[in-house]
């Protein structure tokens, strides 16, 4: 038998109609962009992120200024929002309320995903007795009036306790100690059907550890679900804020709170509505945007459930 | 039916053991703060200061101050108010719980009855402008807080109203008159009647396309026929599904509700009681409301299977 000849090798360039390389996030965001009302919903946040930074080191008036000009004056050329009871700015005080909506919607959907991200995590993956305890205080939770919950636990903790100051940061743990069940849900949800999923079961082959399986198959393919889940805390976070401060139960008085001072020009709404209407206008916009972003991004990272 | 019953004491039990226990939190929690009820009462001498721990039994220790407040609870005694003294809790509480339960069932009703009424409509003229204004309503309405509805409709039907008639025709605040009921049952139920409509519209959409419905209208049923016996039917299961989060919702609603409106329920007295710093009403309008959320959710569970026959206890 005469050896084959060796096929001579043609130099080609292999060259494939590769796809665009989509990962989990880029491939959302082109979804997203075909929705629209989720594009507008997102603009309205990036325009308040932005105002939130401005009115860091910017606005016109200082928030606390009192008398800048006769009080209840309404818009005018120089505020253009008008001035409030006490003659403060009312654009200075938006912008500073843009400030508190932020850290509290973010700052809430932080601690509601380190809370029920682990939790979640532990029910799905051990199942057992961790998933039953774990199961048990979802469900007593989901059983309670949480506003009010949360509302006490402001109260306690800072007012009667003095353990944390009346301010933001108070607001974000009441809020999230009563509303971390979402997130523990769904996550439980995810990594119960996940764990059982082949590539799952070829980590665990390969000899890898409950946590690096935990950390690095299960956690990233239930981060879609997640994302959607911590940006509808955010509205949430906002409107115990505002519904806390409009009681006189959230923020202390001067700070800028879009609540506190919907109750402030809600005693002069007769002859001076744009007092009220700012800071409830500012807030229903705010709470809107991250509501259609987060449909869109339900949709965005789950196609299946497009309505 | 005995699977039923059963059901139904299994549950009642467990939202007992919850109310107890959840509004045991806030005791606790109550109970941490330093110093006693009375520090506001400066003129007072101590002996009829120590006269007045003890007759609220404060002079006890915790323990067995939790033991009596637990005891107390399941008799249905939730104790004194510290600064009315002499008022008695549980009373109060049950005619303010009549005034809360009135405008709660209006709100529902707005949201089950609007919600319903514009979801259905909604999917059946799809995509015609019917559908575009219902469902852009129902986007926009779910995102604005009830507060804000609650401001609107008191600047819009309080002071515009009173303007354009020349004080004939016009919204009072307060309680006690039927012409004071519509406003702030408007104003609960809208969001949620917004979300009922979203979902409506979605499930509606969802069943008018499935084959058993497209046979009742091939059978040449009567379109009222097939709309409400045969499609709505099915289309309201998931509406049903969100009725219990929805009742909890208008519940702690009405907190900030009859703060605005006047009206003596019991979440104005939940926000007075906290201002004032009358902990024992605090704690009783809190279990009141543990309790209630828990017998929603119950009556919602039992609903359910009407429904949906394939769900059994």
């Known amino acids: 038998m005469a050896q084959a000849a060796p096929v001579a090798q043609p130099e080609v360039e292999l060259t494939y109609d590769m796809p665009e390389q989509a990962t989990l996030l880029s491939d959302a965001w082109r979804r997203l962009r075909r929705n629209r009302i989720a594009l507008v919903g997102t603009v309205i946040i990036a325009i308040l992120f932005i105002t939130a930074l401005i009115s860091i080191v910017w606005t016109p008036y200082p928030v606390w200024l009192q008398a800048v000009g006769p009080t209840y004056q309404p818009p005018s050329g120089a505020h253009p929002l008008g001035l409030d009871q006490a003659g403060r700015d009312i654009l200075s005080r938006i912008m500073g309320g843009a400030l508190i909506t932020v850290e509290v919607g973010i700052g809430s959907a932080i601690i509601v995903s380190l809370i029920g991200i682990p939790l979640g995590l532990l029910a799905g993956f051990y199942r057992g007795k961790v998933d039953t305890v774990i199961s048990f205080f979802i469900n007593i939770w989901y059983g309670i009036p949480d506003l009010l919950v949360a509302l006490i636990l402001v109260f306690v903790l800072s007012d009667a306790l003095h353990l944390i100051p009346r301010g933001v940061f108070v607001i974000i743990i009441a809020f999230s100690l009563t509303r971390w069940m979402d997130v523990a849900r769904l996550v439980r949800g995810q990594s119960l059907a996940l764990r059982e999923r082949e590539f799952v079961e070829a980590a665990r082959m390969a000899g890898a550890r409950d946590f690096y399986l935990l950390v690095r198959h299960i956690f990233p393919n239930a981060l879609g679900p997640i994302i959607v889940q911590a940006t509808f805390a955010i509205p949430a976070a906002v409107l115990f804020e505002a519904f806390l401060s409009f009681l006189g139960l959230g923020l202390p008085s001067p700070t800028p709170s879009w609540g506190a001072m919907a109750a402030d020009g809600y005693h002069g709404m007769d002859f001076a509505p744009h007092i009220v209407l700012a800071p409830t206008i500012a807030l229903s916009l705010t709470l809107m945007a991250f509501n259609w972003l987060g449909d869109g991004l339900r949709d965005a990272f789950d196609p299946r459930m497009r309505r | ?313």
Request: charged share 10%; proline share 5%; no cysteine.
């Open chain 2, 1 to 313: 039916m005995r699977g039923t019953l059963l059901y139904i004491g299994q549950r009642l039990i467990l939202i007992a053991i919850t109310t107890v226990l959840v509004s045991s939190i806030v005791f606790l929690l109550l109970h941490q703060i330093p110093g006693n009820a009375f520090l506001n009462e400066n003129r007072q001498t101590p002996q009829a200061l120590a006269a007045e721990l003890h007759h609220y039994g404060l002079d006890l220790p915790l323990q067995q101050q939790y033991v009596n407040w637990v005891q107390g609870v399941l008799h249905g005694d939730l104790g004194e108010s510290l600064v009315n003294h002499g008022v008695k809790i549980s009373p109060l509480l049950i005619r303010e719980t009549s005034v809360s339960a009135t405008v709660g069932f209006f709100a529902l009703l707005v949201t089950v009855g609007l919600g319903l009424i514009l979801g259905v409509i909604a999917a059946l003229r799809q995509n015609t402008w019917v559908d575009y204004i219902a469902s852009s309503a129902a986007v926009i309405g779910y995102s604005v807080p009830s507060f804000v509805i609650a401001i609107f409709g008191l600047l819009i039907f309080g002071h515009y109203l009173y303007v354009w008639t020349g004080g004939t025709l016009f919204y009072q605040p307060g309680w006690g008159k039927p012409e004071q009921i519509p406003v702030p049952a408007l104003a609960l139920g809208l969001p949620y009647a917004s979300y009922v409509a979203r979902l409506t519209r979605a499930s509606m959409l969802e069943t008018i396309r499935t084959d058993y419905v497209r046979t009742a209208w091939a059978k040449g049923l009567k379109a009222r026929v097939v709309v409400f016996r045969h499609a709505l039917r099915n289309a309201l299961i998931p509406v049903v599904t969100i009725l219990g989060p929805l009742v909890t919702g208008i519940i702690t609603g009405s907190v900030v509700i009859e703060n605005i409106f006047g009206i003596p329920g019991l979440g104005k007295e939940f926000v007075t009681s906290i201002l004032a710093r009358d902990y024992n009403i605090v704690i009783g309008v809190f279990t009141f409301y543990a309790g209630l959320v828990g017998l929603a959710n119950l009556t919602v569970d039992v609903v359910y299977p009407v429904l949906d026959p394939r769900i059994r206890y």
